[in-house]
């Protein structure tokens, strides 16, 4: 074998991987030995890919669903179960999921989690605090760029909004968030935070119609789970005071 010659066709042909293990001893056959190069190369490009698209998401900590815990005050409602959330079918489906409660009690922590788990199944994700990307778009629409922004959205097929009513929109802001979303419907999935149940969100949006036309948008096909009970950051930070 000419080992500089193959070397040279595989980085001609982008295979980076192999040559690290070009080697044929303890293989069989040149089959064998064939197939676990490429089956090698595979592997570390779905894994390259998902470093790639973890660090596009701009999700804030790296969190797991391996460290999660379910606790008893969060309620799915059926026919939603927590297997179905996690095997991620509802972002292959184009549907949604809104986790609504009180703050502190892992609504943040678990939409982060599916995010991460997405960029490892190769899922294009986006995260923003919903603040953030209202101001944005704001930014956006006075600069005469908000459509060049919007294509940034084209592949993308997980949008994570975080911390839906912190802060109430203007009637500007409002309005374009509704437009995304609505661009969004029934095409790519959104996981939506929100410490503010449905019928609140017209503090956010002010404008009365607006907020019953979102939320229509937002809850058809969509999975809303319920998060009740005590905040564990405040339970943390009590316990290290004892």
């Not at 010659?5 to 192999?18: A, D, T, V």
């Not at 804030?60 to 669903?65: A, E, Q």
């Not at 979303?181 to 017209?202: A, G, H």
């Amino acid at each position: 074998m000419d080992r500089a010659y193959l070397e040279e066709l595989c980085k001609s042909l982008r295979l980076s991987h192999i040559p690290k293990v070009i080697d044929m001893d303890g293989f069989d056959s040149k089959e064998d030995w064939l197939l676990f190069l490429l089956k090698n190369e595979l592997q570390s490009r779905e894994e390259a890919k998902a470093i790639r698209l973890y660090k596009q998401s701009k999700l804030p900590n790296r969190r797991t669903l391996s460290t999660y815990e379910w606790h008893r005050q969060i309620s799915l409602p059926s026919p939603t179960t927590k297997e179905e959330l996690t095997s991620l079918s509802f972002i292959k489906q184009c549907e949604n999921a809104v986790f609504v409660g009180t703050p502190g009690t892992g609504k943040t922590h678990l939409a982060c989690a599916l995010g991460t788990r997405a960029t490892e199944n190769g899922i294009d994700t986006r995260f923003w605090r919903v603040s953030d990307l209202v101001s944005e778009l704001e930014r956006q629409w006075k600069n005469n760029t908000l459509d060049a922004f919007k294509k940034r959205f084209d592949k993308v097929k997980l949008i994570i909004l975080d911390e839906m009513g912190y802060v109430p929109f203007t009637k500007e802001g409002a309005e374009l968030l509704f437009q995304l979303i609505s661009d969004w419907y029934e095409t790519k999935s959104v996981i939506i935070t929100s410490n503010l149940e449905f019928s609140q969100w017209n503090k956010v949006f002010i404008d009365a119609r607006l907020t019953a036309a979102l939320v229509d948008r937002l809850i058809h096909h969509a999975h809303i789970l319920s998060f009740t009970g005590e905040s564990f950051r405040l339970k943390n930070a009590l316990s290290k005071q004892k």
